[in-house]
């Protein structure tokens, strides 16, 4: 066959796997935190502000059978949250939120998750035994911003 010597074969490179052990862990978000929400700005809301901080708790379950060896940045937990956002001018229809750890230093969440509109997205980075963040409400036409604290009350 004429031609076939001036192909250029090279063998693939085999892709290599960081070890198990050094893949980042997120912490165990696991208990009852409580602290403060506080509202930086709204937006065409429904009623206007009457306070510019309510008191906020929040409960994440543990993960099924997670183990600090098996929870990792996609554990997510199941959660509940008592905080008056009517106060910041919206509400939200359930108490129910998902939350997980993106890494060993920060942490996400959601309240209200079942849509896709009118929820409350949460992130938050670990400061020693708190969590301080920022948080935001978007539903058409409106929303608000803001930030909080919680420290861990109970439980992991």
Not at 21 to 40: A, E, K, N, P, Y
Not at 51 to 78: I, Q
Not at 115 to 135: K, M, N, Q, Y
């Amino acid at each position: 066959m004429a031609g076939v010597t001036g192909l250029g074969l090279r063998a693939q490179t085999p892709t290599v796997l960081a070890p198990r052990d050094t893949q980042v862990v997120g912490r165990d978000i696991s208990g009852t935190w409580q602290g403060t929400f506080s509202l930086d700005s709204t937006w065409k809301l429904p009623e206007p502000p009457s306070a510019r901080s309510v008191p906020a708790r929040l409960t994440f379950n543990p993960v099924g059978d997670a183990t600090p060896t098996t929870s990792s940045a996609r554990s997510v937990h199941s959660a509940t949250f008592e905080i008056d956002f009517s106060r910041f001018g919206f509400t939200l229809p359930t108490r129910e939120a998902l939350g997980w750890s993106v890494s060993d230093d920060s942490m996400r969440a959601t309240l209200n998750p079942t849509v896709d509109h009118g929820l409350v997205e949460v992130h938050g980075a670990f400061r020693g035994d708190a969590i301080v963040g920022t948080w935001r409400y978007a539903n058409d036409p409106g929303g608000a911003v803001g930030t909080f604290s919680i420290r861990r009350i109970s439980g992991r």
